[in-house]
C-alpha cells in the first residue's frame, strides 16, 4: 500500500479481517450506511451486507451486550464507538460483561470483541467529547487496552485484536485520523502487549501513548539540537503494560518521564508510577516526573484547552530540568 | 382483600399432552421446587454465602418455555434468580448445587455462586446479577443465530434464545432498547417476564405507568402475550407458539407471565411488605399441584407414579448435596485462572 491516511489503514485492517473470517462483523452507529463518523467503515457495507456492517439504534449499552452475547456464542463483534466517550452508558457491559464474564462463569464463555472509536482531546470539542476514558477502564479485570498512534500501528494492531480471544478496548485518537504513512504491501500483524521503542536513546526514559507520542517526537526534535539523547516510548499496551520494555529501558536511563492525554489523578501515568516503584525503585536516579493533563473537564476555549493538556515546550523543559540534576 | 389482576383463562383441554410430557414438566417442577427447598436448608445451615434467591413459585414458568425449547441446543438467559432457569435448561442438580457450595466442580468452577450459574455446555448464557444486564446478552445471542443462518449459510443455525427476567426489569431502558431492536431485526427470541408483582419491596405498580407488561410490545410491533404463570400447560402453550414464530424467522415475542415467589426477595428478605391476603391468593395456585390434580384428573398419571418421581428427584437433590459437600474447593493455585481465555 503507498501512502495511507490513519482512519484508511484501520478500514484496511478491518476489511482484511471481515474477508478472512466470516464471523467478524462491526456494529455501532452510523457504521454501514453513513461509514463510521470518522470513515473508518466507509462503504464496507457494500462488500459486506447490512447485518456484517450492522447500524444500530443510539443504545450504546444495549448494543454493546448484544456484541458480549454474540462474542459469547461465537462471533467476533467489533463495536464501534462513534465517540468512545459515549461508551460509559455501556460501562457496565464493558466491565461486568466483557471484561469479567469469563472469570465469573469459571471459563465457560470467552468473549473475543474489539471495542473501538475516537478517544481522546479533540479540537474544542468541549468536555464530553474530549475524555480521558483509559483511565476509567484500567481497573476492569479482564480487558486488554490498546492505544494506537500511527496509520502503521493502527493496522497491525487492529487486525492482532480481532484475531485476539479476549475483549480488546482499542482506542485511535481523534486528532490522528489524517496522519499519512507508507505502509507494507504485505499482510502484517503487530502484538498487542508490547510497547514501542521509537527513539532510542540514553538520558531519560519518556513514556508515553496515543497522541502523545506526537507531542514528545515535536519537543525530542528541539531536545536534539541542544544536546539531549532522549528514549521515547509509546507504550501502545495500556493493559498490561509492557514491563519488559519499561525496565529495559529504564535500567539504561535510570530517569523516567511520563508524558500522558490522560488526567493526573487516577490516570495511566499514575498506575505506571506505582509500578515502577514496586518494580524497579532502585534503578531510579531521581523521582519519576508525570506530565499528565490537567485534572478538570477539558474546557471548550481554545487557549483554556491548550493549558489543559501537556504541550511540547512542557516537555523539553522538563527533559532538560530532569537530565540537567544528573550532574 | 387486595384486588388481583384477572388472570388470562386457559383451558387444558386445548393442548396436547401425552403422559410422557405431562411427567416430564411434573419432574423439571418438583426438581425445581425441592432443589430451592434444599437450598434454603443449606443456606441457614451456614453451607452457602451471599444473597440466594430462590425460585418457589414461579416453576411453571422456567419449565413451561425450556421444555417448549430444545434445551442444550436453544439458548437460556437469566438473572440472579438462575438455579432454577439453569436446571432446566438441563445443568445438572449436583453442578448447581456445589457451586452454591462454591467449589471446583459448580458448573461456574466456584467464581459464580449463585447469582452467575453458567454452563457452555448446556447453552446456560448465564445468571446476570445485575437487574436488565441479560436482556441485552441475550438479544446478542439470537442475533447471532440469525448472522449465522443469513451471513454464513448456516440453515442448522435455527436456534431460539429464551431471556428470562422480572417485572422490575421492565422499567429499565436495556428492556426497551432490545425489543426494540429484535422487532426491527426480527431476531429468534423470546423475552420473558416472571412478572412476580415485587422487586424486592418495590410493588409493581408503584413503578410502572403501564403495568401491563405485554402490551408494551405493541408499540414495537412485536407480538406480546399475557398468560397465567402458575399453569405450567398455558405458559407451554404460549412458548410453542413464540418458539415456533422464532424459528420460522418471524422474529420475537414478550410474554408476561404472571405469577408469584413464594418466599421472600432473597433468604435475606424479611419480606414485611406483602399482604397476607395477597399471599393467600397465589399460595392457593401452586403450579406443582395444579399440575398434579390434572394429570390425575386426566388419566395421564398416578398418585403413585407422581410420588415415585418425587422420591427419585429427592434422592436427586441428596446425592447433589453430597456431591457438592465432598468436592474439592478451589485450587488456590487457580485465583488467576478464566482470566483471560488462554488460562
Ligand atoms: C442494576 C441493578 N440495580 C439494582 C439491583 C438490586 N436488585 C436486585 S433484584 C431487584 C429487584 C428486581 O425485581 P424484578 O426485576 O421484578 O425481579 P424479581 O427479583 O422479582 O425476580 C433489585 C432492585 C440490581 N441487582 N441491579
Ligand atoms: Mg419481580
Redesign the pocket.
Known sequence: MAETLFFNALRAAIDEEMARDATVFVLGEDVGHYGGSYKVTKDLYKKYGELRLLDTPIAENSFTGMAVGAAMTGLRPIVEGMNMGFLLLAFNQIANNAGMLRYTSGGNFKIPMVIRGPGGVGRQLGAEHSQRLEAYFQAVPGLKIVACSTPYNAKGLLKSAIRDENPVLFFEHVLLYNLKEDLPETEYLLPLDKAEVVRPGKDVTILTYSRMRHHVLQAVKTLEKNGFDPEVIDLISLKPLDFDTIGDSIRKTHRVIIVEECMRTGGIGAELVASINDRLFDELDAPVLRLSSQDIPTPYNGALERLTIVQPEQIIEAVEKMVALRI | MVQERTLPTFSAASTQLSKEEGLRLYEDMILGRYFEDKCAEMYYRGKMFGFV?LYNGQEAVSTGVIQAMRPGEDYVCS???DHVHALSAGVPAKQVMAELFGKATGCSKGRGGSMHMFSQEHRLLGGY?????GIPVATGAAFQSKYRREMMGDESADQVTACF?????CNNGQFFECLNMAALWKLPILYVV?N?K???G?AHERATSQPEIYKKASVFGMAGVEVDGMDVLAVRQVAQEAVARARAGEGPTLIEALTY?FRG?SLADPDELRSKDEKEFWFARDPIKKLAAHLTEQDLASQEELKQIEQKIQQEIDEAVKFAESSPEPDPNELYRYIFAED
Request: proline share 0%; no cysteine; aromatic share 18%.
Open positions: 434467591h438473572t440472579y434468580r446479577a445485575f437487574v436488565a444486564e427476567f422480572g417485572d422490575g426489569a416472571e412476580n415485587w422487586a424486592i418495590m415467589r426477595h
